[in-house]
Antibody, heavy 117, light 110 residues
Framework: QVHLVESGGGVVQPGRSLRLSCAAS????????MHWVRQAPGKGLEWVAV????????YYADSVKGRFTISRDNSKRTLYLQLNSLRAEDTAVYYC??????????WGQGTVVTVSS | QSALTQPASVSGSPGQSITISCTGT?????????VSWYQKHPGKAPKLLIY???IRPSGVSNRFSGSKSGNTASLTISGLQAEDEADYYC??????????FGTGTVVTVL
């Protein structure tokens, strides 16, 4: 079966770090661009970051640039999002998703990040 | 990276058709045919409805259709059903090689 499973969310204090993981199964991770998308409580979807299929390029939303890093471990079939210098406004459900023809065709169930003192 | 503009809410009676607009700029919606639409129910992951402006993935009802004119894309839901009550989001590729979502639209079936 083809799916994505996120993990690593939790409660963290402002200024601290967290690493989210997204385990892929049923497909070859390196064949696809992979993205992170988040949804803050009561808010809409916000695109966060992308890693190209070959891992050669990464792009970020202005709101996270310089603080978040997207990466991938091909041997573990896992996508990561390193979240540094966390702020209250980073509180959200974080989803990883697969890109096909410039759309997100496969999504994980999400992992919750809460930034609070 | 301003969000694409969608109406906050749209409603319709069962069987009716509704249209949700998604307005961007010449740097995103107006420049590329990489507009997609998603349906999101509370507590669930988003579901892809339309990609490349007007293409429906396999398994998506043909009651959903997409189009684009200039800087504005649209999603039409025909034959509105109770199960269509959800939040809807558009998304576009941008000239910065990033992606941007719309502000989201709550669809209510009266």
């Amino acid at each position: 079966q083809v799916h994505l499973v996120e993990s690593g969310g939790g409660v963290v204090q402002p200024g601290r770090s967290l690493r989210l993981s997204c385990a892929a199964s049923g497909f070859i991770l390196t064949n696809y661009g992979m993205h992170w998308v988040r949804q803050a409580p009561g808010k809409g979807l916000e695109w966060v970051a992308v890693m190209s299929y070959d891992g050669g390029t990464q792009y970020y939303a202005d709101s996270v640039k310089g603080r978040f890093t997207i990466s991938r471990d091909n041997s573990k079939r896992t996508l990561y999002l390193q979240l540094n210098s966390l702020r209250a406004e980073d509180t959200a459900v974080y989803y990883c998703c697969r890109e096909v023809q410039d759309a997100f065709d496969l999504w994980g169930q999400g992992t919750v990040v809460t930034v609070s003192s | 990276q301003s969000a694409l503009t969608q109406p906050a809410s749209v409603s319709g009676s069962p069987g009716q058709s509704i249209t949700i607009s998604c307005t961007g700029t010449s740097s995103d919606v107006g420049r590329y045919n990489y507009v997609s639409w998603y349906q999101k129910h509370p507590g669930k992951a988003p579901k892809l409805l339309i990609y490349e402006v007007s293409i429906r993935p396999s398994g998506v009802s043909n009651r959903f259709s997409g189009s684009k004119s200039g800087n504005t894309a649209s999603l039409t839901i025909s034959g509105l059903q109770a199960e269509d009550e959800a939040d809807y989001y558009c998304n576009s590729y941008t000239s910065s090689s990033t992606r941007v979502f719309g502000t989201g639209t709550v669809v209510t079936v009266l």
